[in-house]
């Protein structure tokens, strides 16, 4: 098996940087990594989360994309700049990993994906409940009509954050919908397809004195039904309570939790179905074998660079998925529905 050569670029106060270095660097079979480097002042800002870094390996960003070794990035940096060095990395020919969902800039992610059309490479993003076990398996149901039509799909991913990471969520129009409900409007997209309309209702909590959307919600619109998005960064018990519910005209599934950490870098989610009239039903359940979060994402990453595997995300659902993300968040500098 080809091993990808690989670096990484940046990291961030609350993304996954981290877990991505350490997974392929733990990954030797699949992996040979190459080098990092840190944009934007990311060392002073967050020397907390660099120590696992092997500063032997430390490039900067020019080494990097103008190496003509290194065949795949993974751009990790904060969200406001992730488009723009994903772009880079397009430009220079690169394979691409990309931390969702990109920066707010319509502009610069259309020729972000024009030019990785054209160059015919691998873009590939970080939704990692594409690859949740539960999730798969629901999305063949779904696909193979075992639930029916489907009605409503409501979603919900919240969370207990510091002040400081609440106020990094206020860089972004739609705070918490941008940041964790990307996930969300994700799914519900993959199952539901475009919505006819969009009602963002994101909010500011006040509490701690902040005024940031910390509260994140939107409603999308079918012609069968409301499907909803819903995150809080404020939430007691959030975590555990992060849930899909697919409601169908002959089975209704819910997986909740959605993913819960069970040790060892390990992870394990339980999906319940509902497939009685009987107001009593209480489903059948079942708990999946333990999985990585980031192992099935970044493995089929490798696939699809080697040319094993094709990206089923194409690059216009990618597009479209941004769009939408950003209509979801309020913000009117996009294609009217």
């Keep these: 098996m080809r091993k990808i050569k690989i670096a990484q670029i940046g990291t961030s106060l609350c993304s996954h940087g981290t877990d991505i270095w350490n997974y392929i660097n733990s990954q030797p079979e699949l992996f040979e990594v190459i080098g990092y480097a840190f944009p934007e002042n990311e060392r002073e800002k967050y020397p907390e989360r660099i120590t696992t870094f092997d500063p032997e390996l430390e490039m900067t960003v020019d080494e990097i994309l103008n190496n003509p070794e290194i065949e795949a990035v993974a751009i990790e940096t904060e969200e406001m700049y992730l488009t723009k060095y994903a772009l880079m990395a397009a430009r220079a020919g690169k394979h691409i990993h990309m931390e969702k969902p990109g920066s707010q800039n319509l502009q610069e992610f259309e020729e972000l994906i024009e030019t990785v059309r054209q160059n015919g490479t691998v873009f590939h993003t970080g939704y990692m409940y594409r690859y949740n076990p539960a999730v798969v398996e629901t999305l063949k149901e779904i696909k193979n009509g075992e639930l029916g039509d489907i009605i409503s799909v409501d979603t919900a991913m919240s969370c207990t954050h510091s002040i400081e990471m609440r106020k990094h969520v206020g860089n972004f129009k739609g705070g918490m919908l941008f940041f964790l409900g990307c996930h969300l409007i994700d799914l519900i997209y993959t199952i539901k397809g475009m919505p006819e309309k969009i009602i963002p209702l994101s909010r500011a909590s006040g509490l701690d004195g902040l005024n940031v959307e910390d509260f994140g919600m939107a409603v999308l619109e079918y012609e069968s039904g409301v499907s909803v998005a819903q995150t809080n960064d404020i939430e007691y018990g959030g975590f555990p309570c992060r849930h899909l519910r697919v409601v169908g005209s002959k089975k209704t599934v819910e997986i909740k939790p959605l993913e819960m950490f069970i040790g060892n870098n390990l992870m394990s989610s339980v999906k319940t179905v509902y497939s009685s009239l009987d107001w009593c039903d209480k489903g059948e359940s079942c708990e999946f074998e333990p999985f990585g979060r ?37 913000l009117p500098n996009t294609t009217t529905l």
């Design 294 to 330: 980031y192992s099935n994402m970044l493995n089929s990453f490798a696939a699809m660079v080697r040319g094993e595997k094709t990206n089923p995300y194409t690059l216009d659902y990618e597009l479209e998925l941004y769009k939408l993300i950003l209509k979801c968040c309020g």
